[in-house]
């Protein structure tokens, strides 16, 4: 049973590109979440939706769309791509926003633009 | 703001030895969170302990523990009896305040584990 799903796995397209990532969870948690691991590894959140409501956006450009039609998923759609935006994107869940919530991760998205 | 920094990109190992990871973090805070991640090269990121800033005893689950020292702002992993299975990029998280779930990475440290 997988806990939170990414699909696709790999995404590589050109730039300009729009692209979408969805994220579904079937751990019944009321929290998402969108992280960006750069090339060198460091892990950024990006946004953190609580029921379906955005919580945090870190000052993620306007062509970062996160979409939550329900608490199990969370979909970012990518307008206009550009090389920067090359990363792996992780999806992750938790119970609920308090810090002291274990997040669980997905797999990762790694989106390579051309 | 609170920061998180692991000072050690890489680190080796020989397999069934003790390996130790430092962190270390910035905040002004009492009561808070810290979590050790691991990511091994299938890229999952998999949650490997956690330590409540209020309890004084140090996080154990089986070969990992913590030395947690709140007055240095120190939190290091210790990994007993290394495995080959423990290769990979191990990070540091920091529960940031304000009710966001918004966790604070370190930059990882990656660990090679040596048969």
């Known amino acids: 049973d997988t806990a939170v799903s990414q699909t696709p796995k790999y995404l590589v397209t050109q730039m300009g590109n729009d692209k979408s990532i969805k994220c579904e969870q079937n751990l019944g948690h009321d929290t998402m979440y969108w992280y960006k691991q750069d090339s060198k590894k460091f892990l950024k959140i990006m946004f953190s939706y609580n029921n379906k409501e955005l919580i945090i956006n870190e000052t993620v450009p306007n062509r970062f769309s996160p979409k939550s039609p329900d608490k199990a998923h969370l979909n970012l759609h990518i307008n206009s791509l550009e090389l920067g935006d090359s990363a792996v994107y992780f999806c992750?869940?938790?119970?609920?926003?308090?810090?002291?919530?274990?997040?669980?991760f997905g797999p990762g998205t790694r989106l390579l633009v051309l | 703001a609170q920061t998180v920094t692991q000072s050690q990109p890489e680190m080796s190992v020989q397999e069934a030895e003790t390996v130790t990871l430092s962190c270390t973090y910035d905040t002004s805070e009492n009561n808070y969170y810290l979590f050790w991640y691991k990511q091994p090269p299938s890229r999952q990121m998999i949650l490997v302990i956690r330590q409540e800033a209020y309890k004084q005893q140090n996080a154990t689950e089986n070969r990992f523990s913590v030395n947690f020292q709140k007055a240095a702002k120190s939190f290091s992993l210790k990994i007993s009896d290394s495995q080959l299975g423990d290769t990979a990029m191990y990070f540091c998280a920091f529960g940031d305040s304000g009710n966001t779930g918004k966790l604070i990475f370190g930059q990882g440290t990656t660990l090679q584990v040596k048969p």
């Open positions: 992750a869940s938790s119970q609920d926003l308090h810090r002291a919530e274990t997040q669980y």
